[in-house]
């Protein structure tokens, strides 16, 4: 009984905290985008992509640091207490609620393993500067995307192919690259994971940051954003809805609203502001919050079970 009231607790705890937290994120996150428009795409993609996930990992940590210690430490192992009605609720609650993010996570993988199956139906395979499989379909899926998380290969359509230059073929290519070098199709699969409602606009801002930055790491100069402008605008014509699966990043995301801006902003290329270094500067707030959570550890641990001891009674 003391194992299963741990692993109750242990459950209310992670979602009662994810819950709380995600509602926090999605009231607040347009302030985190807007601040991103002063700054590279790069580092806009990090920050909006790390807000979108501090529920999932903060929720984690505090169960895994907190609530179970403190349960291990302070419960008496010898009393045989009963679930309460509201732990079972909660603890029922986070079962379904885990069963369903690995449901998600599954059939994004499912779904792409069984795209993937169909665009090697026919296909071929040419050689490319970009360290990445670069396979040629038949079919008008994919116009062009990285799709995969584990080993990923670009696909391109023989209509797209047939469209583009030497040049605008090697800058999208490169763009895709950008999008494997950042893992954005892993991240993808995190976001089916940690699924919560209200986070739909905050996911299409990171993919619209994450395009952007794809954008600037493709490109050095102005002839090469101008050859990626001209691969966007050609890539367009034959997008579908259909065109990088679950765990994919297309050239043309579908409902992807930012392509205009893209074109734009390429045809304006300026080397100003696109760096891509990563945030030093957020090691000093980590090394204070860490310093902190170690001096209050011992109290907080008391803290944390006078408020799981709530739940299980």
Same mark, same amino acid.
């Given at each position: 009984?003391?194992? $299963?009231?741990?692993?109750?607790?242990?459950?209310?705890?992670?979602?009662?905290?994810?819950?709380?937290?995600?509602?926090?994120?999605?009231?607040?996150?347009?302030?985190?985008?807007?601040?991103?428009?002063?700054?590279?795409?790069?580092?806009?993609?990090?920050?909006?992509?790390?807000? *979108?996930?501090?529920?999932?990992?903060? @929720?984690?940590?505090?169960?895994?640091?907190?609530?179970?210690?403190?349960?291990?430490?302070? &419960?008496?192992?010898?009393?045989?207490?009963?679930?309460?009605?509201?732990?079972?609720?909660?603890?029922?609650?986070?079962?379904?609620?885990?069963?369903?993010?690995?449901?998600?996570?599954?059939?994004?993988?499912?779904?792409?393993?069984?795209?993937?199956?169909?665009?090697?139906?026919?296909?071929?395979?040419?050689?490319?500067?970009?360290?990445?499989?670069?396979?040629?379909?038949?079919?008008?899926?994919?116009?062009?995307?990285?799709?995969?998380?584990?080993?990923?290969?670009?696909?391109?359509? &023989?209509?797209?192919?047939?469209?583009?230059?030497?040049?605008?073929?090697?800058?999208?290519?490169?763009?895709?690259?950008?999008?494997?070098?950042?893992?954005?199709?892993?991240?993808?699969? $995190?976001? *089916?994971?940690?699924?919560?409602?209200?986070?739909?606009?905050? &996911?299409?801002?990171?993919?619209?940051?994450?395009?952007?930055?794809?954008?600037?790491?493709?490109?050095?100069? @102005?002839?090469?954003?101008?050859?990626?402008?001209?691969?966007?605008?050609?890539?367009? *014509?034959?997008?579908?809805?259909?065109?990088?699966?679950?765990?994919?990043?297309?050239?043309?995301?579908?409902?992807?609203?930012?392509?205009?801006?893209?074109?734009?902003?390429?045809?304006?290329?300026?080397?100003?502001? *696109?760096?891509?270094?990563?945030?030093?500067?957020?090691?000093?707030?980590?090394?204070?919050?860490?310093?902190?959570?170690?001096?209050?550890?011992?109290?907080?641990?008391?803290?944390?079970?006078?408020?799981?001891?709530?739940?299980?009674?």
């Amino acid at each position: 009984m003391f194992t $299963l009231r741990l692993g109750a607790v242990a459950l209310s705890v992670l979602l009662i905290g994810y819950c709380l937290l995600s509602l926090v994120v999605s009231a607040g996150w347009k302030l985190i985008a807007k601040w991103g428009q002063s700054t590279s795409a790069a580092r806009s993609a990090r920050v909006l992509f790390a807000w *979108r996930m501090l529920p999932l990992v903060l @929720s984690l940590l505090v169960t895994a640091l907190y609530a179970v210690p403190s349960f291990l430490i302070f &419960e008496p192992g010898h009393i045989d207490e009963k679930l309460g009605p509201m732990l079972i609720v909660l603890s029922v609650a986070a079962c379904a609620w885990l069963s369903m993010a690995c449901m998600r996570a599954f059939e994004a993988h499912q779904n792409t393993a069984q795209m993937l199956s169909d665009w090697r139906n026919g296909s071929t395979q040419i050689k490319a500067d970009c360290g990445l499989p670069v396979v040629v379909t038949s079919s008008s899926d994919p116009v062009l995307t990285v799709t995969g998380v584990s080993q990923p290969s670009v696909f391109i359509s &023989e209509k797209a192919l047939a469209s583009l230059t030497v040049r605008e073929f090697e800058a999208a290519v490169r763009h895709e690259a950008a999008h494997v070098q950042r893992y954005d199709n892993l991240k993808k699969l $995190l976001l *089916r994971f940690g699924a919560f409602p209200c986070m739909k606009k905050l &996911e299409a801002a990171w993919i619209a940051s994450s395009e952007i930055a794809a954008d600037d790491a493709a490109i050095s100069n @102005s002839a090469e954003a101008l050859d990626l402008a001209s691969a966007l605008i050609k890539c367009s *014509r034959f997008a579908t809805s259909r065109t990088s699966g679950a765990l994919g990043s297309a050239l043309i995301p579908v409902n992807d609203h930012s392509v205009a801006t893209r074109i734009t902003r390429l045809c304006d290329w300026s080397n100003q502001g *696109r760096s891509q270094n990563r945030d030093y500067y957020g090691l000093p707030l980590a090394v204070t919050a860490l310093l902190c959570v170690t001096l209050t550890y011992a109290p907080l641990l008391r803290t944390v079970h006078a408020l799981t001891e709530w739940l299980v009674r």
